[in-house]
């Protein structure tokens, strides 16, 4: 089949130089005058950037207490042996008590932490329902098929919130006091709980219900909580506010972390007397123990910590930062040897000739 020269004409592109890939263009030529100051340079940034986050993760002041209640470990361990084998737990309490000889700079926050609880797990991070986490009341009333097995009670009443990872939310609280002086009395500690979660989960992701008749109850009307939740997700807080789906304790917890071991914010210090920090003294830290952390060999632990520039402590990232760079510095040196010897066997070839 041959084909004429109109019919050719018809299908070849315009003559443009973008269609016919006329256009100027640029290539680097890498040698070695340049190759190896870029490797120099870049191992030196890095090597500057990881010195910064290192010392500044290492001026981080932390303390923490593992409350878990492994035997010898405190008053916590009579709680733990309490929880076995029953679900919910008894109602517990113990203690953290430390001191301070002195100021603790702030802002100061305090987290929980978890060990050996895989968040991340495919099942578990899918077990709810978006839908019905932002208010709609048609999602409230038919969950999301991904919520089974916490999708529905026995009784046929859908589950609000759905899902596994809302039916274990952490619910441990704390209450810190201070004394100032030996046999002075303990003053509590205000913690701040507001503000704990990303602004975007609270006001865009998360929202409650239409209120029904000015109330939040009969918006939930006609559903369930969690089977481990001792109280209706409307009941969270007496803050109007703080309560149902946008609970920052909720929302805290609703967003998963990444690795089996985690913290996550449960309050900031930083209100009246100790908006510098914790001064020196007594304290002692109230623990409610309601979460169990033995059956799948967890562990639970509460953190007093500061912050920096860089964030929380994490000198994983200031360790990085010195590896590549020094990596590249040893890139850069083993390169440049191999370019001198080159040139030079060059060099002596050109003298033979």
């Keep these: 089949m041959t084909w004429s020269a109109a019919a050719r004409g018809a299908h070849q592109p315009d003559n443009t130089a973008f269609t016919q890939q006329r256009l100027p263009a640029w290539q680097p030529l890498l040698s070695a005058s340049i190759a190896l100051p870029l490797f120099f340079c870049a191992g030196l940034a890095f090597i500057g950037l990881g010195l910064g986050l290192f010392y500044s993760s290492n001026g981080i002041k932390e303390l923490e207490y593992d409350y878990t209640g492994t035997a010898g470990t405190g008053g916590c361990s009579a709680c733990a042996l309490a929880d076995r084998g029953r679900a919910p737990p008894p109602p517990c309490s113990c203690a953290w008590h430390f001191s301070l000889a002195e100021l603790f700079p702030g802002p100061v926050y305090l987290y929980y932490e978890l060990t050996n609880f895989y968040q991340n797990n495919r099942r578990y991070s899918v ?73 975007t989960d609270c006001h865009v992701k998360f929202r409650n219900p239409p209120l029904v008749n000015g109330s939040l109850a009969l918006a939930f009307h006609g559903t369930a909580p969690p089977p481990n939740w001792p109280r209706p997700v409307y009941a969270l807080s007496p803050d109007p506010n703080n309560t149902g789906f946008v609970n920052q304790d909720f929302v805290v917890w609703m967003r998963t972390a990444a690795l089996p071991t985690f913290r996550k914010l449960y309050a900031r210090i930083r209100q009246g007397n100790y908006s510098a920090g914790l001064p020196r003294g007594s304290y002692v830290v109230n623990i409610t123990y309601n979460y169990p952390v033995r059956a799948f060999g967890g562990r639970k632990l509460v953190v007093l910590s500061n912050i920096s520039w860089m964030g929380g402590k994490n000198p994983f990232l200031g360790i990085a930062y010195l590896a590549v760079g020094s990596l590249c510095i040893l890139v850069g040196f083993v390169m440049l040897v191999v370019y001198i010897r080159y040139q030079d066997q060059n060099d002596e070839d050109e003298d033979e000739e």
């Design 127 to 199: 077990s709810r329902d978006d839908a019905q986490l932002s208010g709609l009341p048609s999602a409230l009333r038919h969950p999301a098929n991904e919520c089974a097995p916490y999708q529905r009670r026995a009784s046929g009443l859908p589950i609000a919130p759905c899902g596994a990872i809302a039916n274990s939310l952490f619910n441990d609280s704390f209450s810190l006091w201070h004394r100032r002086r030996a046999g002075g009395p303990y003053v509590e500690v205000p913690l701040d709980r507001t503000g704990i979660a990303w602004w």
